[in-house]
């Protein structure tokens, strides 16, 4: 018997399955963010008012086992919005069982629907498992991320 998985848009009622995703995976990247911050980016993610921020959780037999941030925005080079995958976390226990393909590739819906055709996102080159994934799903950029100092 195979789980049912299903994917859709943070509501609410989510708040504490995402927390605990979400927390999890900041404490990958070794990070982490005041309860302000929580909270406030848990609000935008969920209204309905704030399109160009969303949020959605996978569901394993109705349990929270990922979650997908992105952010859609204008871009110089092009006409059209483009999307940014911001966060992407699949729980330890479903790794390598599709969770974070499913999640791209709804983001990757999301982003057609909105009239955004280009979806990109960053990651550590240390995250070697999340990058098999990646180098799947995805092309490679030889970009090189800077912040301000």
């Not at 349990?63 to 919005?81: C, D, M, R």
Request: glycine share 4%.
């Amino acid at each position: 018997m195979t789980a049912s998985i299903s994917i859709r848009p943070l509501a609410p009622e989510d708040k504490t399955a995402w927390a605990a995703l979400w927390q999890a995976y900041l404490e990958f990247y070794e990070a982490s963010v005041t309860q302000e911050v929580y909270d406030t980016t848990f609000l935008r993610l969920c209204d309905p008012e704030r399109d160009e921020q969303c949020g959605l959780i996978a569901l394993q037999d109705d349990v929270a086992v990922g979650i997908v941030h992105y952010i859609f925005h204008p871009h110089n080079w092009k006409l059209e919005p483009v999307c940014y995958l911001q966060d992407l976390f699949a729980a330890p226990d479903v790794r390598g069982t599709g969770i974070g393909r499913k999640l791209i590739e709804a983001v990757y819906e999301a982003a057609d629907a909105a009239g955004a055709p280009t979806v990109y996102w960053l990651t550590q080159d240390f995250n070697a498992t999340a990058r098999q994934l990646y180098d799947r799903i995805g092309v490679v950029t030889p970009f090189i991320k800077y912040n301000r100092s």
